[in-house]
């Protein structure tokens, strides 16, 4: 049987945390399975909140950056569509469809490095589901969620962490391609609206 947890007795300073901790049990109390979304900037925050989560609850966590599109996929068309950016469909028919089963089920992660399908994790069913990721909102699945939060930085410190984090090579990239779609992302889709708990990192 999962932990409740009193948010009050959890020693961390972070108010949105306890408050994100308070939903979740309530949520835990009246639910058999819950599905909770982690969206928004790059280099805010968001596995590192999944990561805490995941200290705390015996949990799924599910991660979009495992969803990019294949080579296949990553077409002239694909990638000027919003929200385009992650494989949606897969991730619908082999994650969501998967926990609304409520049974054991398989995915295979993509490798942005190796270019490839990585062999195939099983997940066994938990009631506490964490996906984290910018993307997690996405209109194809966002329907099946219990809880969402959306994670915000501003565009300075975001360089910052970013540079820190993955170099100057990489920043150069984040700002030129992954950011700009990202953002597109959340101001067509919405998607910091449709959240019910907002973090400004």
């Known amino acids: 049987m999962i932990k409740l947890y009193d948010a009050r007795e959890i020693e961390y300073e972070s108010e ?120 997690s909102m996405h209109p194809t699945f966002n329907q099946y969620y219990d809880l969402s939060i959306f994670l915000y930085i501003e565009y300075e410190e975001q360089v910052r962490r970013i540079l820190e984090r993955n170099g100057p090579v990489m920043l150069k990239r984040f700002q030129e391609e992954w950011i700009p779609m990202e953002n597109r992302y959340f101001e067509a889709m919405g998607i910091m609206e449709k959240c019910d708990i907002i973090i400004h990192g």
């Open 16 to 135: 949105a945390l306890q408050e994100i901790l308070t939903r979740v049990n309530r949520l835990l109390i009246s639910r058999e399975t819950v599905i909770v979304a982690i969206d928004g900037s790059s280099a805010a925050g968001k596995s590192t909140l999944a990561a805490q989560l995941g200290s705390i609850y015996d949990c799924n966590i599910f991660h979009m950056d495992d969803f990019f599109l294949t080579d296949q996929l990553r077409t002239r068309e694909r990638l000027s569509e919003v929200g385009g950016n992650v494989d949606y469909v897969r991730f619908y028919e082999e994650v969501i469809k998967g926990l609304l089963s409520g049974r054991n089920f398989n995915y295979r992660p993509y490798n942005c490095r190796r270019k490839a399908l990585e062999q195939a994790v099983s997940v066994s069913p938990k009631r506490l589901n964490i996906i984290e990721g910018s993307y």
